[in-house]
């Protein structure tokens, strides 16, 4: 078992814990190729704003994978380009829910 850092942004995260799925661009092949089920992904939340908040960068969840690397083409991220992606399921292992 292996544990993999998913640096991301808070709507990417929140795609990923309400759908159970996790997935990357082709860019980014090489590494999620690596990942195999029973690995755990922890999910890395980079700094945003609200308003005039700032929401400081956190460690906001960690999921199991519990399926081999697959290819899918549906569009499940707002601003998800065209190519195509690598994905994997996942299963909650330990989270913070965002509000």
Not at 46 to 60: A, E, H, L, N, V
Request: proline share 2%.
């Amino acid at each position: 078992m292996a544990y993999w850092l998913c640096v991301t942004s808070e709507d990417n995260w929140r795609v990923a814990g309400k759908r159970n799925v996790w997935g990357v661009a082709d860019s980014f092949k090489g590494a999620i190729q690596r990942v195999r089920p029973r690995d755990k992904l922890v999910f890395y939340v980079m700094q945003t704003t609200r308003g005039k908040r700032i929401i400081p960068s956190r460690i906001i969840g960690i999921f199991k994978v519990v399926s081999e690397l697959y290819r899918d083409l549906t569009k499940i991220l707002r601003l998800m380009v065209a190519s195509q992606l690598s994905r994997v399921e996942l299963r909650l292992n330990l989270s913070k829910f965002l509000k």
